[in-house]
């Protein structure tokens, strides 16, 4: 069974380019597994797919699901890495880190607002599962992300001394997060994603950027 264009809506950008051969051929094999496993959830959901599925879809060999993702959460985990590591790559083509920490954190939070904006489906069906039963809330990756920008604007002094970086980091991350499981849970969308990051980010920079506070 061939796995179905996705439409824009299957990121499958690896978190860094093999270097051999045989990495490139199991990393084509892991981008193939990782493809026809978000098809199929956002196809028939996550909870009724399974890994033998997927490995119909893919083509492969039951055994070799196992051997990239030993299990089916971490088809979870690897969305939410390809996601960042696309925002990433835009940031990075768009030379952001030469922007102000206000503005590297409002361009970061627009590129995962277009994202997930593009791909609702997807969105709605893999973040559910993710928070249902992955570890959305507990994996520090985006917090260290956005906390390693903070810390690159107190280094700047843009962003006060006085404050906690990872700390700012936990906020950013759960408010993104909370903002993005309101988004999704109805349908239309109850609110503009762009537009409620976006005030969100305003009103926590107030308490992070010199002369901001008041």
């Known amino acids: ?49 399974t890994m033998d599925q997927i490995a119909e879809t893919a083509d492969v060999a039951r055994a070799t699901v196992f051997n990239h993702f030993s299990q089916k959460v971490g088809f979870l985990e690897e969305w939410g890495v390809r996601r960042r ?21 409002r361009r970061y939070l627009k590129e995962m607002a277009d994202l997930n904006a ?16 992955g570890r959305l809330l507990q994996d520090p990756s985006l917090e260290i992300e ?23 980091g936990q906020l950013l991350a759960a408010c993104y997060f909370t903002t993005i499981l309101r988004w999704i849970r109805e349908e239309p969308a109850p609110f503009d994603l762009h537009q409620r990051l ?5 009103i926590i920079l107030l308490g992070l950027l ?4 008041a």
């Open 1 to 49: 069974m061939k796995i179905p264009e996705a439409g824009g809506e299957v990121v499958s950008t690896p978190a860094a380019p093999p270097a051999g051969r045989r990495e490139r051929k199991r990393q084509q094999v892991r981008d193939r597994l990782y493809a026809a496993a978000v098809h199929l959830f956002v196809a028939q959901g996550y909870e009724t797919t």
């Open 85 to 105: 590591a696309r925002v990433n790559e835009i940031l990075g083509s768009q030379h952001a880190e030469d922007l102000p920490v206000g503005d590297r954190l």
């Open 118 to 133: 593009v791909s609702r489906a997807e969105t709605t069906i893999l973040m559910d599962a993710s928070a249902r039963y």
């Open 146 to 168: 956005l906390a390693r920008i903070v810390e690159q604007g107190r280094g700047s002094g843009e962003i006060r001394a006085a404050v906690d970086c990872d700390q700012a």
């Open 198 to 202: 976006a005030g969100a980010l305003d």
């Open 210 to 213: 010199v002369g901001e506070a």
